[in-house]
């Protein structure tokens, strides 16, 4: 059972946009900032959004995050086949474990 | 180029020890808090063990304190994670990760090491 929940898969079309949600609470989420991270079949965890809604440098604007209260979301629009990926959201904590993750939303790309 | 390179995984009895290994380059290892994550096959991310910059201070979960231990060895820029008293839910791919002095957020992980224990 993760802290952070997020729903176990969603699946869109090429082309669509998909969004993955993230819940905690006030000791999470509520006040701190939400990362998430890309996890390709494989491989190893890739950072995609920083700080709820910045992204590092190379990776494409078609990902986005937004944080409200004690929930964020990250938007992915112009689906492609190489999304494919289990996200994760992640953030610190300041009552349980320092650091929290959700537990995975596997995107499928039909 | 950044590089974490876990090494150290293997099988290993329940009961038994292990020393993973993290060996960073391509940036000042001193200047980032480094952590270890954890992933159960087919299961999610889990945090296990930070150390600050310098190593005077470190973290642990719940599930592994008092039988993990992180160190780190600035002059070798690596990261390490000893694991006594393993049981079988320790099997996992371990990942070290990196987070910059004052962030709040994993900006390198390394490419795991798989420990599996079982008898």
């Known amino acids: 059972q993760s802290v952070l929940t997020q729903p176990p898969s969603v699946s869109a079309a090429p082309g669509q946009k998909v969004t993955i949600s993230c819940s905690g609470s006030?000791?999470?989420?509520?006040?701190?900032?939400v990362s998430w991270y890309q996890q390709l079949p494989g491989t190893a965890p890739k950072l995609l959004i920083y700080d709820n809604n910045k992204r590092p440098s190379g990776i494409p604007d078609r990902f986005s995050g937004s944080k409200s209260g004690t929930s964020a979301t990250l938007g992915i629009t112009g689906l492609q086949t190489g999304d494919e990926a289990d996200y994760y959201c992640?953030?610190?904590?300041?009552?349980?474990?320092?650091?929290?993750f959700g537990g995975g939303t596997k995107l499928t790309v039909l | 180029e950044v590089q974490l390179v876990e090494s150290g995984g293997g099988l290993v009895q329940p009961g038994g020890s292990l020393r993973l290994s993290c060996a960073a380059s391509g940036f000042t290892f001193s200047s980032y808090w480094m952590h270890w994550v954890r992933q159960a096959p087919g299961k999610g991310l889990v945090w296990v063990s930070r150390i600050n910059t310098d190593g005077s201070t470190t973290s642990y979960a719940d599930s592994v304190r008092g039988r993990f231990t992180i160190s780190r060895d600035n002059a070798e820029s690596t990261l390490y994670l000893q694991m006594n008293s393993l049981r079988a839910e320790d099997t996992a791919v371990y990942y070290c990760?990196?987070?910059?002095?004052?962030?709040?957020?994993?900006?390198?992980w390394g490419q795991g090491t798989l420990v599996t224990v079982s008898s």
């Open positions: 992640g953030t610190w904590d300041s009552s349980l474990s320092p650091v929290v």
């Open positions: 006030s000791s999470n989420i509520g006040n701190n900032y």
């Open positions: 990760a990196r987070v910059r002095n004052g962030n709040y957020y994993f900006d390198f």
